[in-house]
């Protein structure tokens, strides 16, 4: 069962343009969701997260918005640059009951963003 | 602070053979964790520690597999009777309690091939 999923594995934008990736995910219980880039040959690095408690989180070009009734979280990059691209993961935490989060993340498939000059 | 460090980057084994992995994470952080990721798929957890106490371990971790994390530092992840199944990169990332929603610091990984 894919608790976390971007159904999109590639997307491809010009330089300068915005770029939107998608995450839907299904389990209610999640109360923090990160997104994570990852280049070849490289672990995946933090960029941004949102607390279920939110709607929308901004650091510099990125933004992050929540909708929980859809279950949809969606990551915005303005202006995009050729150095944005790189494989976008979605990530999902939940609260294990009756205790703290333990920062165990589900994560999505990833998908492929390429911005062209 | 060098950031996650994990060894050997790449490892290439042939089936029946035992292998280790070592993780050394950032220095002041006490949780780390274990992920494995396979081709076009985003990384899966194995197993979590906090200090030198495992914590969770996922059902993917068979009994083939077993991390240690002596004394609360490094960590190792070993896996017996290696099959072709197991190829994947081993990722390893490191946190402080409480500050997890900031990001993990992952490490660059180990490329497991076995033969």
């Known amino acids: 069962d894919q608790q976390v999923k971007q159904n999109s594995p590639s997307l491809s934008v010009q330089e300068g343009r915005i770029s939107i990736l998608n995450c839907d995910y299904t389990?209610?219980?999640?109360?923090?969701f990160l997104w994570y880039k990852k280049y070849p040959a490289e672990g995946p690095t933090f960029l941004i997260s949102i607390s279920s408690i939110k709607d929308k989180n901004e650091d510099g070009r990125f933004t992050v918005f929540l909708n929980k009734s859809a279950k949809h979280l969606s990551l915005h990059i303005v202006p995009s640059q050729p150095g944005d691209s790189a494989v976008y993961f979605c990530?999902?935490?939940?609260?294990?009951?009756?205790?703290?989060?333990?920062?165990?993340?589900?994560f999505g498939q990833g998908t492929t963003l390429q911005v062209k000059p | 602070d060098t950031g996650v460090s994990q060894d050997p980057r790449h490892k290439i084994t042939k089936r029946g053979q035992n292998v280790t992995f070592r993780c050394d994470p950032i220095?002041?952080?006490?949780?780390l964790y274990w992920y494995r990721q396979t081709l076009g798929q985003g990384p899966e957890f194995l197993t979590y520690?906090?200090?030198?106490?495992?914590?969770?371990k996922s059902r993917l971790l068979s009994d083939r597999f077993s991390a240690e994390r002596p004394k609360g530092s490094f960590s190792t992840l070993e896996i017996q009777r290696t099959e072709q199944g197991d190829s994947a990169m081993y990722l390893c990332?490191?946190?402080?309690?409480?500050?997890?929603?900031?990001?993990?610091?992952f490490g660059s990984g180990t490329r497991l091939t076995v033969v």
């Open positions: 990332a490191s946190s402080s309690t409480g500050v997890w929603n900031y990001g993990y610091t």
């Open positions: 520690f906090q200090n030198e106490a495992q914590l969770e």
């Open positions: 389990n209610s219980m999640f109360d923090y």
């Open positions: 990530a999902a935490s939940a609260r294990s009951s009756g205790s703290s989060n333990t920062g165990k993340l589900i």
């Open positions: 220095s002041e952080h006490n949780r």
